[in-house]
């Protein structure tokens, strides 16, 4: 006896199983379903079950024809949804992620005066969230008192704007004489 293909004509799921321990087992879904799962192939093993037979008896299995529009339906409709659960575990995990633009942290040199000879900025390390950078001039823990001496300045470089940081100090007036 061959692999033939049997519809479910109960309205909900229906499990038939060659034994106890589930050995082979087949699952359809209730009559109508959407994703054409309706529709099953069935095993000679399963096929020569008494319960199957008996069940094929009463109407709540038919046997489709392979070559129906029923049956070719509801394959397109099967691969159909089978390629959407292949797809929706990579449309989850893009959904999940985060995509604000420059939310990353980068790394500027510190603005603040230095006290070595030859150099006249401390240049260390300032961790900044790349959003952030403009905002704020780049200063390191030591020199994080002097914040409010800072102004930003716009330039052009290659196309691009750059700000940079300029300390502005309040000195006595000189007087000429």
């Given amino acids: 006896m061959p692999v033939l293909m049997y519809r479910n ?8 199983s060659s034994d106890p321990k589930g050995t082979e087992s087949i699952e359809w879904q209730g009559k109508g379903d959407p994703n054409g799962d ?11 079950l008494p319960v199957f037979q008996k069940h094929l008896r009463r109407g709540l299995f038919t046997i489709v024809d392979e070559t129906s529009a029923e049956y070719l339906a509801s394959q ?16 989850d995990a ?23 000879q030859g150099e006249t900025k401390c240049g260390a390390d300032v961790p900044v969230k790349d959003l952030d950078k403009d905002k ?3 200063l390191c823990n030591m020199h994080e008192d002097l914040r409010s001496q800072y ?20 000195a006595p007036r000189e007087r000429l004489a």
């Fill in 76 to 91: 397109e409709l099967q691969q159909a949804h089978w390629e959407q659960r292949m797809s929706q575990p990579g449309q």
């Fill in 38 to 48: 309706d529709i099953q192939p069935v095993s000679e093993l399963i096929q020569g």
């Fill in 151 to 170: 102004v930003p300045s716009q330039d052009v470089q290659d196309g691009k704007n750059i700000t940079n940081w300029m300390r502005v100090m309040i």
């Fill in 94 to 116: 893009a959904a999940a992620i985060d995509h604000q633009a420059n939310n990353d942290v980068i790394v500027l040199a510190c603005v603040g005066p230095t006290s070595r």
């Fill in 136 to 138: 704020a001039a780049p």
């Fill in 9 to 16: 004509n109960q309205e909900g799921p229906t499990v038939l």
